[in-house]
């Protein structure tokens, strides 16, 4: 059985995507909380700002506690973020 070059290329590739199948799902792993990651970051820093800003005592507790909550999300992310890395690196 013969084959050309271009059917090589294919199988190969289709070879490596089945070696290397792990190693790209932890990478869409990591792109996806890297993208959660700066969303939060995002809206951490605008209800900081929102707290600042805010006169009204009961509203900018409410603003605090969303800002508590943001913000333990985001450093559970981060650690999660990191594990997978070293899964990666592994």
């Given at each position: 059985m ?8 294919k199988l ?7 070696i290397?199948e ?5 990478q869409?792993e ?6 959660v ?5 995002k809206k ?14 009961d ?9 508590k ?5 985001r ?8 594990r997978v ?6």
């Amino acid at each position: 059985m013969k084959f050309d070059k271009s059917l090589k290329k294919k199988l190969l590739k289709k070879l490596n995507s089945y070696i290397n199948e792990e190693a790209e799902q932890l990478q869409h792993e990591d792109e996806g909380l890297s993208k959660v990651l700066k969303k939060l970051k995002k809206k951490e820093k605008h209800l900081k700002k929102l707290v600042a800003a805010e006169r009204d005592v009961d509203e900018r507790e409410m603003l605090e506690q969303e800002l508590k909550i943001v913000h333990s999300q985001r450093k559970k992310g981060i650690e999660l973020l990191s594990r997978v890395r070293k899964e990666d690196k592994s």
